[in-house]
């Protein structure tokens, strides 16, 4: 992700005075600890949970007889800048009381677990190895993945989900957002451990883009790297916002795509499931109701059928996680939950006519 896969910065302020520690403030409570200034924490990738997952995940390149292996720093969330090969890992993985606060903020936190922050470490890597040798601006690069200059769509992206031109590695198909995440998607399937992507991608166009690679790192894995820099844009010890200010800005810029954003509109449909909240269930009844609903809604609006199942999901989810009962009839719930994914339908589909005309 070249800047990040929400391709904005949340934080460019940066300031010349050293970074100062607060006392114990991983023992703050979270209205407190939400006052801090970031650049205040301290934090470090060495001595935290990370500097293990960094080791390990050098290992794994080392095992491809990978020579380069990109510096890792804390930033304000996954990225590698823009041709330069460095990874910054969100600041919050640095420490468990800040997974924490991003769970309660986000509901979820990006690469907590080992296994998803070392499967998105390979797919940062594969930016860093793109711009470390420049190899977006060989022909064969060109031929496969498309023009790097290509411009980013801003959160959104038409994807093709069945499609056999693409690797899937991340969610969302998000190596078909951009030529340069196409390349990093598919650096990171072939450095996966243990994956027989040769036979998992038999008869797919992609695979054509998997040994490109595999030729490509016996050139020049095993020699040293044309671009080299030390440069930390977007540095967690620089950033003077608060965790307050962070969030609300990643919040307000993600939208759609942040999982507590339809929770209003839900919360206007069903009823929270505390002290006598009624007793049956919302999502039993969504999961009753889903084809049909589908089949209605996708007959009236522009997007696939798959783009408006993949709305459901995300809802469905929610209900499940707010522990949502029925608090109007079944037809007045489905005539408002109707409503509700008709009116989010047409918001997407007029962020993506902007986006075309940029």
Same mark, same amino acid.
């Given at each position: 992700?070249?800047?990040g896969?929400?391709?904005?910065? /949340?934080?460019?302020?940066a300031?010349?005075?050293?970074?100062?520690?607060a006392?114990?403030?991983?023992?703050?409570?979270?209205?407190?600890?939400?006052?801090v200034?970031?650049?205040? %924490?301290?934090?470090?990738?060495?001595?935290?949970?990370?500097e293990?997952?960094?080791?390990?995940?050098?290992?794994?390149?080392a095992?491809?007889g990978l020579?380069f292996?990109? #510096?890792f720093?804390?930033?304000?969330?996954?990225?590698?800048? &823009?041709?330069v090969?460095?990874?910054g890992?969100?600041?919050?993985?640095?420490h468990p009381?800040?997974?924490?606060?991003?769970?309660?903020?986000?509901?979820e936190?990006?690469?907590d677990?080992?296994?998803?922050?070392?499967? %998105?470490?390979? @797919?940062?890597?594969?930016?860093?190895?793109?711009?470390?040798?420049?190899?977006?601006?060989?022909?064969?690069?060109k031929?496969?993945f498309?023009?790097?200059d290509?411009?980013?769509?801003?959160?959104?992206?038409?994807?093709k989900?069945?499609?056999?031109?693409?690797?899937? @590695?991340?969610?969302?198909?998000?190596?078909?957002?951009?030529? =340069?995440?196409?390349? #990093?998607?598919?650096?990171?399937?072939?450095l996966?451990?243990?994956?027989?992507?040769?036979?998992?991608y038999?008869?797919?166009?992609?695979?054509?883009?998997?040994?490109?690679? =595999?030729?490509l790192?016996?050139?020049?894995?095993?020699?040293p790297?044309?671009?080299?820099s030390?440069?930390?844009?977007?540095?967690?010890?620089r950033?003077?916002?608060?965790?307050?200010?962070?969030?609300?800005?990643?919040r +307000?810029?993600?939208?759609?795509?942040f999982p507590?954003?339809? =929770?209003s509109?839900?919360l206007?449909?069903? #009823?929270?499931?505390d002290?006598?909240a009624?007793?049956?269930?919302a999502?039993?009844? /969504?999961?009753?109701?889903?084809?049909p %609903?589908?089949?209605?809604?996708?007959?009236?609006?522009?997007?696939r059928?798959?783009?408006? &199942?993949?709305?459901?999901?995300?809802l469905?989810? +929610?209900?499940?996680?707010?522990?949502l009962r029925?608090?109007?009839?079944?037809?007045?719930?489905?005539?408002?939950?109707?409503?509700?994914?008709?009116?989010v339908?047409?918001?997407m589909?007029?962020i993506k006519?902007?986006?075309?005309?940029k």
């Amino acid at each position: 992700m070249t800047v990040g896969r929400s391709g904005k910065r /949340l934080e460019s302020a940066a300031s010349d005075h050293p970074p100062k520690k607060a006392a114990a403030w991983e023992h703050l409570p979270d209205e407190e600890l939400l006052k801090v200034r970031i650049r205040e %924490l301290g934090l470090s990738v060495t001595a935290s949970s990370l500097e293990t997952r960094v080791e390990k995940f050098h290992r794994e390149l080392a095992s491809k007889g990978l020579e380069f292996k990109p #510096a890792f720093y804390l930033a304000d969330e996954w990225l590698c800048p &823009d041709r330069v090969p460095i990874i910054g890992l969100p600041f919050y993985l640095a420490h468990p009381r800040l997974v924490s606060l991003e769970k309660k903020m986000m509901l979820e936190a990006e690469g907590d677990t080992e296994s998803w922050c070392l499967r %998105l470490m390979r @797919h940062e890597a594969g930016h860093a190895f793109n711009y470390a040798y420049r190899l977006f601006a060989r022909k064969g690069w060109k031929e496969l993945f498309g023009a790097f200059d290509t411009p980013y769509f801003n959160v959104t992206y038409p994807a093709k989900p069945y499609s056999k031109r693409f690797v899937v @590695h991340l969610e969302n198909h998000y190596a078909q957002s951009h030529p =340069d995440e196409d390349f #990093a998607e598919t650096f990171a399937v072939w450095l996966t451990p243990g994956l027989d992507w040769k036979s998992r991608y038999q008869g797919w166009a992609a695979r054509e883009k998997l040994e490109f690679i =595999d030729r490509l790192m016996l050139e020049v894995g095993a020699t040293p790297p044309r671009v080299k820099s030390v440069s930390t844009p977007w540095s967690a010890e620089r950033m003077t916002s608060t965790l307050e200010n962070y969030y609300r800005r990643k919040r +307000r810029y993600l939208g759609a795509e942040f999982p507590g954003y339809y =929770d209003s509109g839900l919360l206007r449909i069903f #009823a929270a499931g505390d002290v006598g909240a009624p007793p049956e269930k919302a999502l039993p009844f /969504l999961r009753r109701h889903r084809k049909p %609903l589908i089949d209605g809604i996708a007959g009236f609006v522009p997007q696939r059928k798959y783009d408006v &199942d993949r709305l459901f999901e995300k809802l469905m989810l +929610r209900t499940r996680n707010l522990d949502l009962r029925l608090k109007h009839s079944p037809e007045k719930s489905l005539m408002q939950l109707t409503a509700l994914m008709t009116s989010v339908l047409a918001s997407m589909k007029r962020i993506k006519e902007r986006h075309a005309e940029k």
